[in-house]
């Protein structure tokens, strides 16, 4: 079974900063890619950034150069720099793993719990 875990959200003013991380955990998995997404209250989960095999990376376009995904290697552990931060981007993100699981030989997505960003003054 693989665990992802997220950290890094917190309260920040308008124009501020946040770096997310998403950890990944198990016993024998290997990450194809990883991908953040956000739900604001009332709304739909929507995706934010996702970093794939090779380094291929996409955005949402309401984050276009504003936020920066990154991973090591392995995508092991995944960070969303977010910078420029709006009150519109306040909402819990998740992360998402496309991974498989050696022990248990199946190919599956994984989520995390999420982790609160609030933007306000």
Avoid: H
């Avoid at 376009?61 to 977010?82: C, E, H, P, W």
């Avoid at 998740?94 to 003054?121: E, H, I, M, P």
């Amino acid at each position: 079974q693989v665990q992802l875990v997220e950290s890094g959200g917190g309260l920040v003013q308008p124009g501020g900063s946040l770096r997310l991380s998403c950890a990944a955990s198990g016993s024998a998995f290997t990450v194809y890619g990883m991908v953040w997404y956000r739900q604001a209250p009332g709304k739909q989960r929507d995706l934010v950034a996702g970093i794939f095999s090779g380094g291929r990376t996409n955005y949402a376009d309401s984050v276009k150069g504003r936020f920066t995904i990154s991973g090591d290697n392995a995508m092991d552990t995944v960070y969303l720099q977010m910078n420029t931060l709006k009150p519109e981007d306040t909402a819990v993100y998740y992360c998402k793993a496309d991974a498989y699981d050696f022990n248990l030989r199946v190919r599956r997505d994984y989520w995390g719990q999420g982790t609160q960003v609030t933007v306000s003054l």
